[in-house]
């Protein structure tokens, strides 16, 4: 069993930066991939961003490029979302899911309970 839990949320105004994280416990996750969802009011979850179990490989929405980074430290079973230059569009429930394999697939067997972004216009 997975335990995944997010941190680092809050409220922020436009133009703001957050980093959430997310720490991983149960099991070691250094030969998962990890991604990052968000789920606004509303609407349904949508995917952000993802990384390999290396860190070698990420891929983002084209909604959040050049604007968000994920990382990740295996040592420390965790993975981040550096997020830069937020928008109100960005407020969401975000999460983050533990991959069932090393590369970033489509496959998200653990998920995290979420950390609420709110951003200020």
């Known amino acids: 069993q997975v335990q995944l839990v997010e941190s680092g949320g809050g409220l922020v105004q436009a133009g703001g930066s957050l980093r959430l994280s997310c720490a991983a416990s149960?099991?070691?996750?250094?030969?998962?991939?990890m991604g990052w969802f968000r789920q606004a009011p509303g609407k349904e979850r949508e995917f952000v961003a993802a990384?390999?179990?290396?860190?070698?490989?990420?891929l983002y929405a084209d909604s959040v490029k050049g604007r968000f980074t994920i990382s990740r430290d295996n040592a420390k079973n965790t993975v981040y979302l550096q997020m830069n230059s937020l928008k109100p569009e960005d407020t969401a429930v975000y999460y983050c899911?533990?991959?069932?394999?090393?590369?970033?697939?489509?496959?998200?067997?653990?998920w995290g309970q979420g950390t609420q972004v709110t951003v200020a216009s």
């Open positions: 899911a533990l991959n069932r394999y090393t590369v970033v697939s489509d496959t998200y067997d653990y």
């Open positions: 990384i390999s179990w290396s860190g070698g490989s990420t």
């Open positions: 149960g099991r070691t996750f250094s030969r998962n991939a």
